[in-house]
């Protein structure tokens, strides 16, 4: 419930930053707005580059809105994953951080989630989740386009993951 409500929180914040024309004062880091370990920061550890633009707000927000479901799949898991309820597609929206990822060549795609919108494909995404690659690269037409670091939360949730696919009893 705690993690809800800062994922929330977290977003709102991000939502209304996104709307203030002011020039923000000194932006805080990760470190200063989590109790994370330091291992979370990958974007200072990062050899990769700047290759795409973060993904428009606009994009974000209209899904934030309408979006109906996102599914996940996983390139070396046995299982995929389909989020519908309203809170758990806002904490998926919630994990892509408002930072431009630094693109690192050496890191292999983790997966793929696809949001969708009235049934339709709205966005495409790859996952990067690996020690020092935690980003998200989103598609159109099938080529990169955006590129998004992970926010702690959605470092959290793909920990989560894995650890209960680790628990589970083997067959």
């Known amino acids: 419930m705690i993690l809800r409500s800062f994922t929330i929180l977290c977003f ?3 939502a209304f930053s996104c709307n203030n024309t002011e020039k923000p004062t000194a932006p805080k880091t990760h ?3 989590t109790s994370q370990p330091p291992a979370v920061e990958t974007k200072m550890k990062s050899n ?5 633009p973060s993904i428009p707000f606009e994009t974000i ?6 979006c109906d479901y ?7 898991l046995p299982f995929t994953i389909s989020r519908q309820e309203p809170n758990d597609l806002r904490h998926s929206l919630g994990q892509i951080a408002q930072e431009v990822a630094l693109v690192d060549a050496n890191c292999p795609p983790f997966g793929r989630m696809i949001y969708y919108k009235d049934g339709n494909v709205a966005l495409e995404g790859l996952i990067y989740y690996s020690k ?3 980003y998200f690269v989103f598609l159109e037409n099938n080529q990169p386009k955006y590129a998004n670091f992970m926010t ?3 470092v959290q949730f793909f920990n989560g993951l894995l650890a209960q696919l680790q628990q589970a009893p083997q067959q």
């Open 12 to 14: 709102a914040l991000f």
């Open 31 to 33: 470190t200063e707005t």
């Open 48 to 52: 990769g580059k700047a290759l795409y």
């Open 61 to 66: 927000k209209a899904l934030y809105d309408k």
């Open 70 to 76: 996102v599914d996940y799949s996983f390139d070396n």
């Open 132 to 134: 020092g690659c935690n």
């Open 152 to 154: 702690p939360s959605g």
